[in-house]
């Protein structure tokens, strides 16, 4: 039922900032919380950032959060990933998927039902 659409990736140097945004269809009450991935070339999917809709609060993975943002605007059923500062080791495919499992406090894959098709993020050295 729920439909995720990516945009806003592209190719850029190091240094330089993108805006990824993630369109949902709807901001139900079933869905909890929305998430960034990114898939690397060569390495497996890992969580970027994720946020839940009811309250705004987020998580990031590692040390992430000194350069990215993940955001939401409910008016525009749109959740927002701020990327400044972008290294060549931020390159990939990158995802945003929601999960309606109430628990989901952290960008983990099995945890979320719905997926976008991905946006390439490309940064030259």
């Known amino acids: 039922q729920l439909q995720l659409a990516e945009s806003g990736g592209g190719l850029v140097h190091a240094g330089e900032s993108l805006r990824l945004s993630c369109e949902a269809s709807?901001?139900?009450?079933?869905?909890?919380?929305i998430a960034w991935f990114r898939q690397a070339p060569g390495k497996e999917r890992q969580g970027v950032a994720l946020?839940?809709?009811?309250?705004?609060?987020?998580k990031y993975a590692g040390s992430l959060e000194d350069r990215f943002t993940i955001s939401r605007d409910a008016t525009k059923n749109t959740v927002y990933l701020q990327m400044n500062a972008l290294r060549p080791g931020d390159t990939g495919v990158y995802y945003c998927?929601?999960?309606?499992?109430?628990?989901?406090?952290?960008?983990?894959?099995?945890?979320?039902?719905?997926w976008g098709q991905g946006t390439q993020v490309t940064v030259s050295s």
């Open positions: 998927a929601a999960s309606s499992y109430s628990y989901t406090l952290y960008p983990i894959e099995a945890y979320f039902d719905f």
């Open positions: 709807t901001f139900s009450s079933t869905n909890y919380a």
């Open positions: 946020i839940r809709l009811q309250d705004a609060s987020t």
